[in-house]
């Protein structure tokens, strides 16, 4: 697995760690308050951060660490493993009854996104398990939802069950049961009625739902862009329903994902699918490790590195490298151009046959939007800086920062993320230098 930015700022700690003999209380705390940021700025929620932050410390001052001959070493695998922990391995895909239909229940908060994942996976039950499906909406205060459900599951390819907002939602469901029996239908997905916040009456509902269709999935279904929210609504439908999974939507916003740790540790249950567009086939089976990855920051330097890697090939690559090696440094007008060969190649998207297959398997068509804006972003930045800025990043200190901040639109924070990757990026030229190119390809593909 190659670094991630975390990992980056762990291992120059473990640098200095690593020539102590001792690893002490203060090396650790050094350690955790990194850990802690990264994960803040991912937006997990702070009690989950407590709670990870605690039991990573438990055993950094353990005999794990203690007894071992790299301590650094062993912090940064603890974390790693912690990690991959809290968030499940592999990949959890749907239990489907023995007996016919199995009933899978969505539970989730109004706009999480439950009609559109219904008819999602609608669709990934048809096309991938071959399954005769039935949605049926109980959400009789919104005869809107009832229509756009009905409307999606055409588009999935499956039936729908008509329902009404003049009929009990239990009477809804139990007649969809009986109608998916008698038709021999595999699968019939209950979509639910959801409020703008956790109400009582709401809950109710669904527990009552829940206890009439004996579901063999109860779905909740929570928008990752909801950030720290999204642990207090986990929480709400935890304690009301036996959950047996997590669908994390609108993984193709801005956000860090780190919703995902907070609902997972939150409600125990596995995250199986991430919705990644408003689109009919916008569903993913969620990768645990992957997105683990991607809450420490590893998805902004793998886009990163798909830049250098894709943008330039091997041809320009070693020329880039002949430049280093000449001793005429990587600077952030380089980091332009290689953004805007990108862009003349017609995209990210057109780029994808050019990656080794083990990158492909991990970019999927969210990673690459995300990646096109990003790039649109970053020439705004470097555009907003002049030719001497460019020429020694080392210029800019705060106030240039703000006017280039000012400049191109964004955060100067944005600012400071872009000059964080271009280091990054300059380091691994300096690895290239050292005839390590294709030791860095090897690396990316992880
Ligand atoms: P419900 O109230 O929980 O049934 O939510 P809807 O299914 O109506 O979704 C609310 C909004 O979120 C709609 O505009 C959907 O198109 C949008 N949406 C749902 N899932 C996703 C997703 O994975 N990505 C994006 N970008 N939008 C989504």
Redesign the pocket.
């Known amino acids: 697995i190659m670094a991630t930015a975390l990992t980056d700022k762990l291992s120059g700690l473990v640098k200095k760690i690593s020539g102590q003999a001792r690893i002490t209380e203060s090396n650790v705390a050094d350690m955790l308050r990194e850990v802690r940021m990264a994960l803040l700025e991912a937006d997990v929620a702070l009690p989950v951060v407590r709670d990870f932050i605690a039991r990573v410390k438990d055993k950094a001052l353990g005999q794990e660490v203690l007894g071992s001959l790299k301590p650094g070493q062993a912090l940064v695998g603890i974390v790693n493993r912690e990690l991959a922990a809290t968030m499940g391995e592999g990949v959890a895909d749907l239990d489907l009854a023995a007996q016919p239909p199995a009933v899978i229940l969505m539970a989730?908060?109004?706009?999480?996104?439950?009609?559109?994942?219904t008819a999602k996976l609608a669709r990934h039950l048809i096309q991938k398990r071959k399954k005769k499906v039935l949605t049926v909406s109980g959400d009789v205060y919104r005869p809107a939802?009832i229509e756009?459900l009905k409307t999606v599951t055409a588009q999935a390819g499956a039936d729908w069950f008509p329902s009404s907002a003049d009929q009990k939602p239990l009477d809804i469901a139990r007649a969809a049961l009986d109608h998916a029996r008698r038709h021999y239908y595999d699968v019939l997905l209950v979509?639910t009625a959801?409020r703008l916040a956790i109400d009582e009456a709401l809950m109710q509902e669904i527990k009552t739902l829940h206890g009439a269709l004996n579901p063999v999935e109860t779905l909740f279904?929570v928008d990752a862009m909801q950030g720290q929210d999204a642990a207090n609504t986990a929480k709400a439908f935890k304690d009301a329903l036996p959950l047996t999974g997590i669908v994390l939507?609108?993984?193709?916003?801005d956000s860090r994902g780190g919703a995902a740790l907070s609902v997972r540790q939150i409600t125990g249950a596995p995250i199986k699918f991430a919705?990644?567009?408003?689109k009919i086939d916008?569903l993913e089976v969620f990768d645990a490790e992957r997105h683990a990855g991607r809450i420490l920051g590893m998805g902004d330097i793998l886009a990163l590195v798909e830049q250098v890697s894709t943008g330039v090939d091997l041809e320009a690559a070693k020329k880039l490298a002949d430049k280093v090696k000449s001793g005429s440094g990587f600077d952030l007008q380089d980091f332009l151009g290689q953004l805007q060969q990108m862009k003349q190649m017609g995209g990210l998207g057109s780029l994808m046959d050019k990656l080794p297959t083990q990158m492909m398997a991990k970019a999927t068509d969210a990673d690459l939007n995300r990646a096109e804006k990003d790039i649109r972003r970053k020439e705004g930045i470097i555009n907003s800086m002049t030719a001497q800025e460019r020429k020694k990043p080392d210029l800019l200190k705060a106030s240039r920062k703000r006017r280039i901040a000012a400049g191109a639109g964004v955060q100067v924070q944005e600012v400071n993320r872009l000059l964080k990757e271009f280091e990054q990026m300059q380091g691994m030229m300096k690895q290239m230098k050292g005839g390590g190119l294709m030791k860095m390809m090897r690396r990316m593909g992880g």
């Open positions: 989730g908060l109004q706009g999480a996104g439950k009609t559109t994942t939802a756009q979509d959801g279904v939507t609108k993984m193709d916003g919705g990644v567009s408003e916008g």
